[in-house]
C-alpha cells in the first residue's frame, strides 16, 4: 500500500469505513443506494415532470435524491468538497445501466455556472462527469454550448426581472440546427433550471433535447 494510503486512508462517505483508492463508496453503502433504474426510450417520472414543462425526448436520473443519504452526500462532495473525480465514477455507473435505442443524443452539453460562480468554486462539477460520458459513448461534449448570464439564482430576482428571467438566464453560444442534445445537471429540482436551459436550445434551431441528471428529488 503506497505510504499517503497510510498517512490518509480512503474512507467511504457514508459509513466512513477504510476503502481502496479509486472508489466513493464500499460496497454495503453503494447497495443501499436508490437507483431509480430508468430506462433510456421509456417514460418515467422524470419524463413525465420534464413535460410539465418543455417538450423534451427522454429523460432519466440515476438515482433518487434522499436527504441525509448517501446519494446526497456524493453529490454535495462531488459539488462544495472539490472531489470532481466523484464525477466520472457516476459516468461509469451511469452507461452501464443505459443503452440508447433508436433515438441516441448526438450532442451532450452541461448547465453551466455563471464565470464568477466556476472561479469561486474552482470548477464545473458536472465537467468530468460530461467528459467521461462523452468519451464512453464517443459522443461529443461542448461545455461551452450555453452560457449564463445572470449570477443571481432566478428565485433571488424580483419584479421585472424575474418576469424576463426564463428569457435571460441563459444563451446558446454558438449555431445550433437539427441536433438532439442531451442536457446534463445535477440535480432536478424544481426544473426551472432545465426549463430555461431546454428552451434556449429548442428555440434556436429545428433541435430535440433530453435530460440526464445524477439524482431527483
Ligand atoms: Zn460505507
Not at 421509456?42 to 414543462?53: A, D, M, W
Not at 448547465?111 to 459513448?137: A, C, I, M, T
Not at 428565485?155 to 454558438?174: C, D, I, M, P, Y
Not at 445537471?185 to 429548442?202: C, E, K, P, R, Y
Request: aromatic content about 8%.
Amino acid at each position: 500500500m503506497p505510504v499517503i494510503e497510510l498517512l490518509f486512508p480512503n474512507r467511504c462517505l457514508e459509513c466512513t469505513k477504510v476503502i481502496s483508492g479509486g472508489a466513493a463508496i464500499c460496497q454495503n453503502c453503494f447497495d443501499q443506494l436508490h437507483f431509480t433504474h430508468h430506462r433510456y426510450g421509456q417514460s418515467n417520472e422524470l419524463t413525465e415532470k420534464c413535460r410539465l414543462l418543455f417538450p423534451v425526448e427522454e429523460a432519466f436520473a440515476l438515482m433518487h435524491f434522499e436527504k441525509e443519504s448517501a446519494s446526497q452526500k456524493i453529490v454535495h462532495q462531488l459539488k462544495y468538497g472539490g472531489r470532481e473525480k466523484l464525477g466520472a465514477l457516476m459516468a461509469q455507473w451511469i452507461s452501464a445501466s443505459i443503452e440508447f435505442g433508436n433515438n441516441p443524443p448526438d450532442l451532450l452539453t452541461t448547465v453551466p455556472l455563471h464565470p464568477r460562480k466556476q472561479r469561486q468554486r474552482g470548477y464545473n462539477q458536472l465537467h468530468v462527469f460530461g467528459d467521461e460520458l462523452s468519451r464512453l459513448w464517443q459522443i461529443p461534449c461542448d461545455h461551452a454550448l450555453i452560457k449564463r448570464n445572470i449570477y443571481k439564482k432566478a428565485q433571488a430576482l424580483k419584479g421585472r426581472e424575474q418576469r424576463n428571467v426564463n428569457e435571460e438566464l441563459f444563451s446558446v453560444t454558438k449555431p445550433l440546427q437539427h441536433r438532439h442534445v442531451l442536457l446534463i445537471d445535477d440535480v432536478f429540482t424544481t426544473g426551472n433550471t432545465m426549463s430555461a436551459v431546454a428552451w434556449q436550445i429548442l428555440k434556436s434551431g429545428n433541435n430535440k433535447v433530453s435530460v440526464l441528471v445524477m439524482a431527483m428529488d
